[in-house]
């Protein structure tokens, strides 16, 4: 058991190192991942709102767009590469593939995680430029506290879904 868990706790940390200097050195500056991510994220919000009935602010950028409203709201939201999910898309990754598991589970799972935690962070950027709209005063504590319980929390239960259920750890010899 023990061994098991430092190879878990090893190649978790071990997959957080390759991952960070994979971001810091080559993605972040030279690749347009975190830009696309938002843009996508921003384009889905404004669907959905448009289908709910609201009017939304214009926004005229070159390729990219990273802001969106609800017209006539007290201003604009501004999505960063902090907020876009990309980090907690690589630790839920590195978490699944550090954890023992057979890869055929885990070929399926890694996307299906992140295409969730992506999901909830669309509906996330959703509610608080709904909130922005009727309860400004209240997105700052929504944002920081309320969304990220909500977004860890949901996490940690993919990975306990993970864990119980698709992993077999159980029936590994002991592991």
Same mark, same amino acid.
């Given at each position: *058991?023990? =061994?098991?868990?430092?190879?878990?706790?090893?190649?978790?940390?071990? !997959?957080?190192?390759?991952?960070?200097?994979?971001?810091?050195?080559?993605?972040?500056?030279?690749?347009?991942?975190?830009?696309?991510? +938002?843009?996508? *994220?921003?384009?889905?919000?404004? *669907?959905?709102?448009?289908?709910?009935?609201?009017?939304?602010?214009?926004? &005229?950028?070159?390729?990219?767009?990273?802001?969106? =409203?609800?017209?006539?709201?007290?201003?604009?939201?501004?999505? =960063?590469? &902090?907020?876009? !999910?990309?980090?907690?898309?690589?630790? /839920?990754?590195?978490?699944?593939?550090?954890?023992?598991?057979?890869?055929?589970?885990?070929?399926? /799972?890694?996307?299906? !995680? +992140?295409?969730? +935690?992506?999901?909830?962070?669309?509906?996330?950027? @959703?509610?608080?430029?709904? @909130?922005?709209?009727?309860?400004?005063?209240?997105?700052?504590?929504?944002?920081?506290?309320?969304?990220?319980?909500?977004?860890? !929390?949901? +996490?940690?239960?993919?990975?306990?879904?993970?864990?119980?259920?698709?992993?077999?750890?159980?029936?590994?010899?002991?592991?």
């Amino acid at each position: *058991m023990q =061994g098991s868990l430092m190879r878990f706790l090893g190649g978790g940390l071990l !997959g957080y190192l390759l991952w960070y200097i994979l971001y810091q050195y080559f993605l972040k500056d030279s690749t347009l991942v975190d830009e696309w991510l +938002i843009h996508l *994220m921003v384009l889905s919000v404004e *669907m959905a709102l448009v289908c709910m009935g609201f009017s939304l602010y214009e926004v &005229s950028t070159a390729d990219f767009r990273w802001q969106l =409203g609800i017209d006539q709201s007290v201003g604009m939201l501004e999505i =960063g590469a &902090s907020c876009d !999910g990309l980090v907690l898309f690589a630790l /839920f990754a590195i978490f699944i593939i550090a954890f023992p598991g057979p890869s055929r589970n885990k070929l399926w /799972f890694i996307p299906f !995680g +992140i295409a969730a +935690i992506h999901s909830a962070n669309i509906l996330r950027v @959703l509610s608080l430029v709904i @909130l922005n709209y009727y309860r400004p005063e209240a997105l700052a504590f929504n944002h920081d506290y309320t969304w990220t319980v909500l977004i860890y !929390g949901f +996490i940690f239960w993919l990975w306990y879904l993970w864990t119980e259920r698709y992993s077999q750890a159980k029936n590994m010899g002991g592991e």
